[in-house]
Nanobody
Framework: QVQVVESGGGLVQPGGSLRLSCIAS????????MGWYRQAPGSQRELVASIGNSGSTNYADSVKGRFTISRDSAKKMVYLQMNSLKPEDTAVYYC?????????WGKGTLVTVSA
């Protein structure tokens, strides 16, 4: 009922920046929340940043001050601006849309920060 597609991953040097985009389509109606998660090999998927229907945001301590999440409600898109990237930020980044009590996930986009 809901499709989530993210893009923008790639290779970036330490200290560099990258912007991820995600679009949700299908049966997405307000209120809904969106967020970014990431998962490295052998690790649990963890929250990076989330944004609520009203625009409230939440960030993981590890990215606070470096990453910024934003949304365009008209387009049903969410963005993650990543600055001052570190090698430990390397992971597959997943976009999530939460609506009607359900979580819908994208397939992920790989972000690699070279050592």
């Amino acid at each position: 009922q809901v499709q989530v597609v993210e893009s923008g991953g790639g290779l970036v040097q330490p200290g560099g920046s990258l912007r991820l985009s995600c679009i949700a389509s299908g049966n997405v109606f307000s209120p809904y929340a969106m967020g970014w998660y990431r998962q490295a090999p052998g690790s649990q998927r963890e929250l990076v940043a989330s944004i609520g229907n009203s625009g409230s945001t939440n960030y993981a301590d590890s990215v606070k001050g470096r990453f910024t999440i934003s949304r365009d409600s008209a387009k049903k898109m969410v963005y993650l601006q990543m600055n001052s990237l570190k090698p430990e930020d390397t992971a597959v980044y997943y976009c999530k849309c939460t609506t009607y009590g359900m979580n819908y996930w994208g397939k992920g986009t790989l972000v690699t920060v070279s050592a």
